[in-house]
Nanobody, 127 residues
Framework: QVQLVESGGGLVQAGGSLRLSCAASGRTFSSYAMGWFRQAPGKEREFVAG???????YFADSVKGRFTISRDNAKNTLYLQMNSLKPEDTAVYYC?????????????????????WGQGTQVTVSS
């Protein structure tokens, strides 16, 4: 069974940067489509970024141009580089895996399309 563990969250001032990591267990990380989601207090979980098996990426409009998603298949690790952070980026960030991704070029934006989730890491951006 695949397990995902996020790290890298913390407290940062507005305008600052953080890099989140998501370490995946198992030997087939390269066969997963991956994504990042976030959930702010009192709000529903929302899509942030997705990456296909071969590195194609897609971002929510709210983070486009500020966040970058990447993967290192040799290290079984997913990343989310977050720049120019804003207070509205404050949330618990979750990484997710779609472990049955037959098509290498597709990324996914809906929570229902992912079958494995990490425990989340808190990101707090102060104004």
């Amino acid at each position: 069974q695949v397990q995902l563990v996020e790290s890298g969250g913390g407290l940062v001032q507005a305008g600052g940067s953080l890099r989140l990591s998501c370490a995946a267990s198992g030997r087939t990380f390269s066969s997963y489509a991956m994504g990042w989601f976030r959930q702010a207090p009192g709000k529903e979980r929302e899509f942030v970024a997705g990456i296909s098996r071969i590195g194609g990426t897609y971002f929510a409009d709210s983070v486009k141009g500020r966040f970058t998603i990447s993967r290192d298949n040799a290290k079984n690790t997913l990343y989310l580089q977050m720049n120019s952070l804003k207070p509205e980026d404050t949330a618990v960030y979750y990484c997710a895996a779609r472990t049955f991704s037959a098509v290498v070029t597709i990324f996914y934006t809906s929570q229902q399309q992912y079958d494995t989730w990490g425990q989340g890491t808190q990101v707090t951006v102060s104004s």
